[in-house]
């Protein structure tokens, strides 16, 4: 059953919400006073998420809002932009999500512990249309979330990056319950850089390949074009030990099985991984302004599946005894898979993205002062599924091994119309869920010169995506020693309905906040507590035993036994600190111009209220512990004539991970990143580096002899170890 909500409960909610947040603003020193309207202009650009007014700078702003440069993202080794903003962002988790399903294509990111859908993306200030991909399987944090795909964002587009640390659904509407992020694209009309860069895994495996541009032209006198483009090409990794089962096959003297390991953990093979981004604008008078950006990008991945063990129940298509399922064809053959493969088989899955968006819109200001942003946005994502190295038992010895799975499209059309308000709100009506209001209250005080206090107070919701009431999906997920087929349906369908399933519901949130920002010479630091009530939020239920087939069935399949739903099964809390600290040390050096950038996070959830049908002690943990605690790191920046460089201290807190009916708790980690670079001839860049310099792994997988996995496969500092890599960059 789903939980029960109660429309007064919401209500009261809302106002407890904004009644703390005046409590707030009246309990604070009688010669604190607000900032004034007029007060620093120090960014230089239109705007910074996360305020209404005009230009402002971090330290400056009621919320928390990270400002990265565009080269902090360009000088890395790493390319996947998830990657990269793990690094920068520090309440920002992904992982390396191996044998995930479609998870391990488009991986599902957190920002401050909650799920990936729940934090809204944006591109030069317009909402990014959601991936096709939704996470039927991943680290329990996202299961059934529906996400962006940032790794479609070529690093070398962009100015910056500008990551609110706060709900933000008062401005910007569904999603933003835990923030929200802004790529700004690069907008110069001249000049550009080409670069190509080349890496490896100290264990030999991994290669990549990549060469990007970027170009800036002049359109008429007032007007640019920006175009962005990238390639990569990159070899998979292999983190496996051979699993007890497959060493008894070949011990017992079965030389079909495939060596050295039968099952494969690793990062998938990535081919012809194509970005393309044009940014442009024109200004027509001194009061507007047209604007116009979009990207097309590409790439194939493929990665293993679960190994089909030729003997024993640890494949698919078996009977109730765990023997391989016999076929009587319509000659009177009977057939059984491993006639065909009898060292067993491990299936490849295969995955085409293609995505697309446009962007077309004007901005200006009236006499008035009322400045205004309309613009229209679609995008769209597709990804085809394939699968190879398997077979259909049911069409005997001649059944291909390659099959075509279908495709999942979404496709996004956002209409807009921005004007500038003193207070924020939102109201907004959805044929499905019906109306929701929405409201924020945020403030910064300058206690003394140097030192302020902001905080906030507001709610926020998150619709549910269309995929997420319609998709229909099979996945092999390995449970209790074995291989089942779980079949995921609408809440819709007779099974799911049969079994108490009701219509979707938005998630609602209530968030309060909570910084300080001090500033005294070189020294910059934020520090900003937060605490996030998710109600109603949006899961997978539990995996019921399907008992008979009911006419006008979701599932038909033979072999799927089992099926879940989505609904609204439970409420969570997470609250955590960030701390962001920079020091420019560049006096203590004497020569050059040198910077410590420290940033920290701690995060803590938990479930509060849940729906038995949903959550069992086993998926609770996986939401409250998934994720580590803590992380941390530290980046030196230094400078000096033609040379520089920087020095990355990276740690991992531990967590936690099931294993079938237990869990296992890997230990933190620490990680060390280099980097040197020289610039010859003022346009001639040369850089070598290394990430995980020291070659560091998660702790052994104490059941890897019966997964196959060499490391824990949610580890969130990664599976790969030690890349080393060098980069030659022209610029002109």
């Known amino acids: 059953m789903n939980l029960q909500k109660s429309t007064n409960c919401q209500r009261i909610i809302h106002v407890l919400g904004v009644v703390m947040a ?93 799920a990936s859908d729940q934090s809204l993306v944006f591109v030069n200030g317009k909402r990014r249309h959601r991936a096709a991909v939704i996470t039927f399987l991943g680290n329990g944090v996202s299961e059934g979330a529906q996400g962006p795909d940032v790794s479609v964002i070529p690093a070398i587009a962009l100015d910056r990056v500008e990551v609110l640390r706060d709900s933000a659904s008062a401005q910007y509407g569904s999603d933003a319950i835990a923030g ?5 694209l690069k907008d110069s009309r001249d000049g550009g850089t080409i670069e190509t860069q080349w890496g490896r895994t100290y264990e030999g495996d991994g290669t990549e390949y990549r060469g990007a541009f970027n170009v800036g032209v002049p359109v008429t006198e007032s007007g640019f074009a920006n175009l962005s483009a990238e390639w990569r090409e990159s070899g998979p990794t292999v983190r496996s030990v051979q699993r007890d089962d497959v060493a008894q096959l070949i011990a017992a003297g079965n030389t079909h099985v495939r060596q050295p390991y039968a099952q494969i953990w690793g990062s998938p093979d990535v081919d012809g991984d194509v970005k393309v981004f044009l ?51 319509p000659s009177g053959e009977v057939f059984r898979w491993n006639q065909r493969f009898p060292g067993g088989f491990t299936p490849q899955f295969k995955g085409k993205i ?19 942003d309309t613009s229209y946005t679609i995008g769209r994502s597709r990804v085809d599924f394939s699968i190879g190295d ?79 009431q319609n998709v229909q999906n099979v996945s092999t ?68 035993e399907i008992s ?52 920290g996070n701690w995060t803590d959830t938990q479930v509060i209220r849940h729906d038995p049908d949903f959550l069992d002690e086993k998926r609770i943990l996986r939401l409250e512990k998934a994720l580590p605690d803590y992380r941390f790191n530290a980046t030196l920046h230094h400078g000096r004539n033609a040379w520089s460089g920087l020095l990355r201290l990276n740690y991992f807190g531990s967590y936690y991970q099931t294993f079938s009916d237990t869990f296992i708790r890997p230990g933190d980690e620490i990680t060390l990143d280099a980097e040197i670079s020289y610039l010859l001839m003022n346009s001639v860049e040369l850089s070598v580096g290394a990430e995980n310099i020291f070659n560091n792994f998660p702790d052994r997988h104490p059941y890897g002899n019966q997964t196959g996995a060499k490391y824990p496969e949610t580890s969130p500092m990664g599976l790969a170890g030690g890349f080393y890599y060098g980069r030659l960059r022209y610029l002109f």
């Open 180 to 184: 929200a992020i802004n790529f700004v």
């Open 279 to 329: 940014n442009s604008g024109i200004e027509i008078s001194e009061h507007l302004e047209f604007y116009g950006f979009g990207n097309i990008a590409r790439r194939e991945t493929e990665g293993g599946f679960f190994f089909r063990n030729p003997e024993t129940r640890r494949g698919v298509n078996v009977d109730g005894d765990g023997n391989p399922l016999e076929y009587t064809l």
């Open 548 to 599: 008979q087939r009911i006419p006008g069935s979701c599932l038909q399949a033979h072999d799927v036994l089992e099926f879940s739903y989505y609904g609204n099964g439970f409420d969570t809390r997470t609250k955590g600190i960030d701390i962001v600290a920079t020091i420019d040390v560049s006096s203590l050096l004497g020569h050059g111009e040198t910077r410590l950038i420290a940033v």
């Open 22 to 114: 005046v409590l707030f603003l009246c309990v604070l020193p009688g010669n604190v006073q607000a900032q004034s309207e007029s007060e620093a202009v120090l960014l230089p650009y239109i705007y910074v998420i996360g305020s209404r007014r005009p230009v402002r700078s971090t330290t400056d702003t009621a919320s928390p809002v990270d400002v990265i440069a565009g080269e902090d993202f360009t000088d890395q080794g790493t390319a996947d932009m998830s990657n990269l903003l793990r690094t920068l962002v520090p309440s920002y988790n992904v992982g390396p999500n191996p044998i995930t399903d479609a998870a391990t294509f488009i991986r599902p990111a957190n920002l401050r512990g909650l």
């Open 354 to 372: 293609n995505d697309k968006a446009a962007t077309l819109g004007f901005r200006g200001s009236l006499a008035s002062g009322l400045t205004y």
């Open 477 to 544: 997920e390995f449970q209790s020693g074995g291989l089942r087929q779980i079949g995921t349906i609408p809440a819709t369908c007779p099974e799911a309905r049969e079994v108490g399933a009701e219509p979707l519901e938005p998630e609602e949130s209530l968030t309060f906040a909570l910084g300080l920002v001090a500033e005294s010479g070189p020294v910059s630091l934020t520090a900003d507590y937060f605490n996030i009530r998710v109600n109603d939020r949006l899961g997978k239920s539990k995996d019921i």
């Open 390 to 468: 398997t077979i259909n038992s049911s069409l005997g010895p001649e059944s291909p091994t390659q099959f075509e799975l279908g495709s999942y499209i979404q496709t996004d059309q956002t209409a807009n119309a921005d004007l500038t308000l003193g207070a924020m709100g939102r109201w907004e009506k959805f044929d499905d869920f019906g109306s929701t209001t929405d409201g924020k209250l945020a403030a910064l005080f300058r206690v003394v010169p140097g030192l302020s206090l902001r905080g906030s107070a507001s709610t926020g919701f998150r619709v549910p995506t269309v995929g997420q």
